[in-house]
Nanobody
Framework: QVQLVESGGGLVQAGGSLRLSCAAS????????MGWFRQAPGTDREFVAA?????????SYLRSVKGRFTISRDNAKNTVYLQMGSLKPEDTALYYC??????????????????WGQGTQVTVSS
């Protein structure tokens, strides 16, 4: 089992920045990839960004956040980060951290993950 705890959400004005963190515990030696998803009210959960957890740190991003968001990892702390910049009101959502214990080429699908955090709210005001 892997447990995930997100932090760092909050209220920010458009154009501002936030950094989300996700700390993993439990069987972290089994991790292959980690990612971030988000869900706004009335919409489906969507992929935001992902990073490989082992020798490769290949990243992938939702097109609309590329250049504004950066995903990174700290294996020593078993933590993945999502640095969000130039935030827009349409980035408002509940952001979820997810962990995968198997290989995927992009980790861009919910089906790639077996563990999920509870979510942290990000609200961007205009």
């Amino acid at each position: 089992q892997v447990q995930l705890v997100e932090s760092g959400g909050g209220l920010v004005q458009a154009g501002g920045s936030l950094r989300l963190s996700c700390a993993a515990s439990g069987r972290t030696s089994s991790l292959y990839g980690m990612g971030w998803f988000r869900q706004a009210p009335g919409t489906d959960r969507e992929f935001v960004a992902a990073v490989g957890w082992r020798s490769t740190s290949t990243t992938s991003y939702l097109r609309s956040v590329k250049g504004r968001f950066t995903i990174s990892r700290d294996n020593a702390k078993n933590t993945v980060y999502l640095q969000m910049g130039s935030l827009k009101p349409e980035d408002t959502a509940l952001y979820y951290c997810a962990a995968s214990t198997y290989y995927s080429r992009t980790y861009a699908s919910e089906r790639d993950y077996d563990y999920w955090g509870q979510g942290t709210q990000v609200t961007v005001s205009s």
